[in-house]
């Protein structure tokens, strides 16, 4: 996750370095060119505070969905990229453009929430009902409540998170 924080600080250093040259990767709505888009808008931002906002969730999320096995992880977080990603192609106001990992917070939000009970792993819906306690007030920011705030990403972030306990659930509840 450290590595992962890195390469989305990095990118951001690069987009104000080249005058937010990188800004063209995120999402405009219902322009099928704009399909190319979806992985790497979850890898920019608008601005350090955009990032900022997003570091601590992802790396606690992250480092906790990580513990499943990485390639679990990665699976989950590809499915959760390409929901929020779609999602916001599929909803946003024209004339926007969306970027940022938000989506994926959310989305590993909504996995780690259910992921104990899909699984059936006593530890996972410890672990899911903190995270709920912990995290559990950024549900909010799934509502059309802020100008300017993709709730579309982090909705279909979210509902991705949750198809993806479901996609990726262990069938052996022991392992």
């Known amino acids: 996750m450290a590595a992962w924080l890195g390469l989305l600080w990095l990118l951001e250093a ?10 063209t990767y995120g999402i405009a709505p219902r322009e099928p060119g704009e399909l190319r888009d979806v992985i790497p808008a979850a890898f920019l931002h608008y601005g350090w505070d ?10 606690v999320l992250g480092f906790l969905a990580a513990l499943s096995g990485l390639r679990r992880f990665f699976s989950v977080v590809a499915l959760i990229t390409v929901a929020s990603g779609l999602g916001v192609w599929l909803t946003a ?55 300017g705030i993709s709730w579309q990403g982090h909705l279909f972030g979210l509902l991705g998170g949750v198809l993806a306990a479901f996609v990726f659930r262990r069938t052996d509840p022991a392992a």
């Open 14 to 23: 690069v987009d104000v370095a080249s005058g937010h040259a990188l800004d």
């Open 93 to 147: 106001p024209a004339h926007s453009v969306t970027a940022g990992a938000s989506g994926v917070v959310f989305g590993l939000f909504g996995y780690l929430l259910i992921r104990g009970f899909v699984d059936r792993r006593a530890v996972d819906v410890v672990i899911g009902l903190l995270v709920g306690v912990v995290y559990g007030s950024i549900l909010w920011g799934v509502l059309p409540t802020t100008e």
């Open 50 to 59: 955009h990032l900022i906002a997003n570091s601590m969730p992802l790396l």
